[in-house]
């Protein structure tokens, strides 16, 4: 039976909360050590955690309100040393098989850091399957600074991989999951895409985030991120990549960053780098309002 340790980051999610735990402690093949962050609740969360810490099923700590990303690495710079580290929200259902079909595919590189990430199905509140989002991501670097795609419910990362991480901790942060995979593919970690899912992630009004399915729905979401929300927000990463991992980098990635960096202070690059494929990525979509953010120099 293999090993892991599932780190959960909850805050009000009474709901749903109940149901989550018992997928995971219903996995198949592993043996899940379970460390929950309440992440200031004012619901009835604690006393549903109390009750698992009673049975013995988990054990949590709790702290100031930072949000799910800054919680997520809390988390992972607490847990103790473990071969494999998953992160799991507080209202999906994993199917059976989850645990033991990430660890199968990241056995090999047990002495290199390693990612594991799978397709979603979106399911409603009463998880009944709703049409889901396929993706095929390139597994680039260049996509990856460009195209923020990458689950944290989907990720399973081995002991390697954590210890790259809690390295250095990002001034900018957004989502812990697309901090994970860009430094991931900055140092050339091995990255294992499963098309095949295994969680059911549940699609309701509370969601911190979610996935939207009709081609309009995801254009208006994309534009508005572009525009309003997240100006900045790729540059800013990536100067944190830089920040924490440049030594770690291949030549090949570091002048891919580098060139990503310096486009901000420097028109000719900007206009270059609308053009340049080292940047492309499978959504279409997303490539095409990259290049809007890069001439308005907002990404």
């Known amino acids: ?3 892991v340790t ?11 909360l109940d149901e989550q735990l018992e997928s995971i402690v219903l996995q198949k093949d592993v043996i899940p050590t379970i460390i929950v962050r309440d992440d200031g609740s004012t619901d009835k969360t604690c006393k549903i955690l109390d009750k698992w810490e009673k049975r013995g099923s988990l054990n949590w700590y709790d702290g100031p309100n930072m949000g799910p990303a800054r919680s ?5 710079k607490n847990a103790d040393d473990a071969n494999y580290y998953a992160f799991s929200d507080q209202d999906d259902y994993w199917l059976p098989g989850k645990m033991s079909a990430a660890i199968e595919e990241l056995a090999p590189y047990k002495n290199e850091p390693a990612l594991y990430f799978c397709q979603t199905q979106l399911v409603d509140k009463d998880l009944q399957e709703i049409d889901s989002v396929i993706i095929n991501p390139l597994l680039t670097f260049g ?3 460009v195209y923020h795609f990458i689950g944290g419910c989907t990720m399973v ?5 954590r210890d790259v991480i809690n390295r250095h901790t990002p001034l900018y942060l957004n989502m812990h999951d697309v901090w994970i995979y860009e430094v991931a593919q900055a140092i050339g970690a091995h990255i294992i895409f499963d098309p095949v899912s295994y969680i059911l992630y549940r699609q309701h009004g509370d969601n911190v985030l979610g ?5 309009v729905a995801h254009w208006r979401d994309s534009m508005g991120r ?5 100006w900045h927000a790729r540059s800013r990463l990536a100067k944190d990549v830089f920040e924490g991992y440049h030594e770690m980098m291949t030549e090949e990635n570091l002048a891919i960053l580098k060139d990503f960096v310096d486009g901000k202070k420097n028109l000719r690059k900007r206009l270059r780098m609308m053009f340049d494929e080292r940047y492309r990525c499978a ?9 809007v953010a890069v001439l308005l120099n907002i990404y």
Do not use: P
């Open 1 to 3: 039976m293999k090993e």
């Open 6 to 16: 599932v780190l959960l980051s909850t805050y009000n999610g009474e709901a749903y």
């Open 72 to 76: 997520f690495l809390n988390l992972l």
């Open 143 to 145: 996509e990856s600074l």
């Open 157 to 161: 990362m081995n002991r390697k991989l």
């Open 211 to 215: 996935q939207t399915t009709s081609c």
């Open 226 to 230: 572009v525009m309003r929300r997240d």
């Open 283 to 291: 959504d279409e979509s997303t490539y095409r309002l990259f290049q």
